[in-house]
């Protein structure tokens, strides 16, 4: 571990928010690399791995905020997969894929041997789940640590408590390292400040910062503000950590506000224009995260024209494949009706697989080996959930369709040359397939 101290790892998990709250903290850190405005430049090369991707897996392992490129991807691919065959062999274990690291696990190394390849000299590493014994949690002295906010997900593993997944996600304290966090449940709390007291580290509870009333964020949604507030603290801490005491967080530096105003991070809060109508993405796919999710959508309904005769369609295109996805559903029902002021949210609830497209099948970037391929094939998790629309959306059933770009196109369809809206989410995997739908034009009406 210590060969990678050179890359100055920042180390993010936590429940919701993490993916966010790491494209901050790289968009923040960005402003001190070599540009015309930093003649003297604080930071040369940034890494940032994160997960999952939306449509290519090359967005894992980005470099100075850019995937890396094929040839990179699959240079360091084949080192990576070539070193742990020569490894085995030397100590005369098997050389096929039982022995090899599964999936996250190899990508993990493989963003690790890149970074040190490409003398990257700050890294952020997001965790994949948990902290305690997650495949990032090698790390033994990063600048900084950080835990964004906490709920239940991934029970299986962590537990079915929120102070059971504290203590995972606290697993990444170090000693002597300070950890910045946002506010959190009470019973969560006290078990992240038991921890940090056992690993003597400095736990700093970040409240919103009060500028970001004034800045138009990157990323939309209201509790993004939360994230940019975290990630301050974290990307402040670090550059401190290397040196820079002159960088303080209140007032922010001009580099920071232009760091939160500029950042990307796709398929969160995202808006997409087409004609009169838009598409709203978001990956939301846990109780915390769909609710928040849901705020948003609302937030963007707010001049939505109800009183229109007819009233334009406004349209939800869901899945989930693995978790209880007619919990789900219920969530983003009774959180959308509240603001919305009706019981049914929606005129129409379209219910897709994550296949991609209807002729290719899935793009070979976005299988899930996770999910039954005959559960896929019936189509049963959609029609059970069209059936419990109907039920909790006072009798108007979904629709089932089977893919992605079917479900695109039948949106299209419904709206026509008018105006709507269209909500997508529930999965990362159908957001990241819409997004493949909508920027290759697969689906007809492009």
């Given at each position: 571990?210590?060969?990678?101290?050179?890359l100055?790892?920042i180390?993010?998990?936590?429940?919701?928010?993490?993916?966010?709250?790491?494209?901050?903290?790289?968009?923040?850190?960005?402003q001190?690399l070599?540009?015309?405005?930093?003649p003297?430049?604080?930071?040369?090369?940034?890494?940032?791995?994160?997960?999952?991707?939306?449509?290519?897996?090359?967005?894992?392992?980005?470099?100075?905020?850019d995937?890396?490129?094929?040839?990179?991807?699959?240079k360091?691919?084949?080192e990576?997969?070539?070193?742990?065959?020569?490894?085995?062999?030397?100590?005369?274990?098997?050389?096929?894929?039982?022995?090899k690291p599964?999936?996250?696990q190899?990508?993990t190394?493989?963003?690790l041997?890149?970074?040190?390849?490409?003398d990257?000299?700050?890294?952020?590493?997001?965790?994949?789940?948990g902290?305690?014994?997650?495949?990032?949690?090698?790390?033994?002295?990063?600048?900084?640590?950080?835990?964004?906010?906490?709920?239940i997900?991934?029970?299986?593993?962590?537990?079915s408590?929120?102070?059971?997944?504290?203590?995972?996600?606290?697993g990444?304290?170090?000693?002597s390292?300070?950890?910045?966090?946002?506010?959190q449940?009470?019973?969560a709390?006290?078990?992240l400040?038991?921890?940090?007291v056992?690993?003597?580290?400095?736990?700093?509870?970040?409240?919103?910062h009060?500028?970001?009333?004034?800045i138009?964020?990157?990323?939309?949604a209201?509790?993004?503000?939360?994230n940019?507030?975290?990630?301050?603290?974290?990307?402040g801490?670090?550059?401190?950590s290397?040196?820079h005491?002159?960088?303080?967080?209140?007032?922010?530096?001009?580099?920071?506000?232009?760091?939160?105003?500029?950042?990307?991070?796709?398929?969160?809060?995202?808006?997409?224009?087409?004609?009169?109508?838009t598409?709203?993405?978001d990956?939301?796919?846990?109780?915390?995260?769909?609710?928040?999710a849901?705020?948003?959508?609302?937030?963007?309904?707010a001049s939505?024209n109800?009183?229109?005769s007819?009233?334009?369609?406004?349209?939800?295109?869901?899945?989930?494949?693995?978790?209880?996805?007619?919990?789900?559903?219920?969530?983003?029902?009774?959180?959308?009706?509240?603001?919305?002021?009706?019981?049914?949210?929606f005129?129409?609830?379209?219910?897709?697989?994550n296949?991609t497209?209807?002729?290719?099948?899935?793009?070979?970037?976005?299988?899930?080996l996770?999910?039954?391929?005959?559960?896929?094939?019936e189509?049963?998790?959609?029609k059970?959930?069209?059936?419990?629309?109907?039920?909790?959306n006072?009798?108007?059933?979904g629709?089932?369709i089977?893919t992605?770009?079917?479900?695109v196109?039948?949106?299209?369809?419904?709206?026509?040359?008018g105006?709507?809206?269209?909500?997508?989410?529930?999965?990362?995997?159908?957001?990241g397939?819409?997004?493949?739908?909508?920027e290759?034009?697969?689906?007809?009406?492009v």
């Open positions: 571990p210590k060969d990678f101290d050179s100055n790892i180390h993010i998990a936590g429940t919701k928010g993490k993916g966010s709250t790491s494209a901050f903290t790289s968009s923040l850190l960005s001190y070599p540009s015309a405005s930093q003297c430049p604080r930071l040369h090369k940034i890494g940032l791995y994160t997960s999952p991707h939306l449509r290519f897996v090359r967005e894992r392992i980005r470099i100075n905020n995937p890396l490129s094929e040839h990179l991807f699959a360091y691919f084949f990576t997969w070539d070193r742990l065959e020569e490894s085995a062999k030397a100590i005369g274990a098997p050389t096929d894929r039982s022995t599964a999936y996250f190899f990508l190394i493989m963003a041997h890149a970074y040190v390849c490409e990257v000299d700050t890294a952020i590493i997001e965790c994949g789940i902290g305690e014994y997650d495949s990032t949690n090698f790390i033994k002295n990063p600048t900084v640590t950080g835990i964004t906010s906490l709920g997900d991934h029970t299986a593993i962590l537990g408590t929120i102070e059971e997944i504290a203590w995972h996600k606290s990444i304290m170090k000693p390292k300070p950890c910045y966090t946002v506010a449940p009470g019973a709390t006290a078990v400040y038991k921890r940090a056992e690993k003597e580290v400095n736990l700093q509870i970040v409240d919103r009060p500028q970001l009333q004034e138009t964020l990157g990323l939309a209201d509790f993004q503000k939360t940019a507030s975290l990630a301050i603290q974290i990307a801490a670090h550059l401190r290397l040196g005491d002159e960088v303080a967080t209140n007032p922010l530096p001009p580099e920071f506000i232009r760091g939160l105003e500029q950042v990307q991070w796709g398929g969160r809060c995202e808006t997409r224009q087409e004609g009169n109508f598409w709203h993405l990956g939301a796919h846990t109780q915390e995260s769909i609710s928040v849901c705020e948003w959508f609302a937030s963007c309904c939505w109800d009183s229109a007819p009233v334009p369609p406004r349209i939800l295109l869901f899945n989930q494949q693995t978790r209880n996805a007619v919990s789900l559903l219920g969530i983003l029902h009774s959180v959308l009706s509240r603001p919305l002021k009706t019981q049914r949210p005129t129409h609830a379209i219910f897709c697989s296949i497209f209807a002729e290719g099948g899935y793009r070979p970037d976005l299988v899930s996770n999910t039954s391929k005959e559960a896929v094939d189509l049963r998790v959609q059970e959930l069209a059936k419990a629309w109907g039920e909790i006072g009798g108007m059933d629709e089932v089977r992605i770009e079917d479900g196109k039948r949106c299209r369809e419904i709206i026509g040359v105006e709507g809206m269209v909500f997508v989410t529930g999965s990362v995997h159908l957001v397939g819409a997004l493949e739908v909508l290759t034009g697969q689906a007809e009406g």
